[in-house]
């Protein structure tokens, strides 16, 4: 809340702005870097779980393991959008 306040308050000294910028930069900065490491295991985990034969497993295990996966697919998804948002920002 500190950028936004200090955003919207009209008596924000340059160097109140500039600190709540580079403290937003520095946030965003570390925030890829965690996406990045997750991304990546995420999709060998999908690649892995897509590569796995129905028959091996039972009926109950198998759906609840589709299930998961649909679930990591969209989150792969909204990671991946993620990401190019932020790097278009910090480029």
């Known amino acids: 809340m500190i950028g936004k306040n200090t955003f919207n308050n009209s008596n924000s000294t340059q ?3 500039v600190g709540a910028l580079n403290n937003l ?3 965003i900065d570390a925030l890829i870097e965690i996406l990045v490491v997750d991304r990546h295991i995420l999709s060998e985990t ?4 897509e590569n796995l034969t129905q ?3 039972t009926p109950a295990s198998w759906t609840r393991m589709q ?9 792969r998804v ?5 990401s190019k948002l ?5 480029t």
């Not at 299930?67 to 989150?75: C, E, G, P, V, Y």
């Open 15 to 17: 160097d109140q702005i």
């Open 25 to 27: 930069s520095a946030s």
């Open 46 to 49: 999908i690649i892995y779980a």
């Open 55 to 57: 028959s091996d497993f």
């Open 67 to 75: 299930t998961a996966l649909r679930s990591a697919r969209n989150i």
């Open 78 to 82: 909204n990671v991946l959008h993620k």
């Open 86 to 90: 932020m790097r278009q920002w910090t």
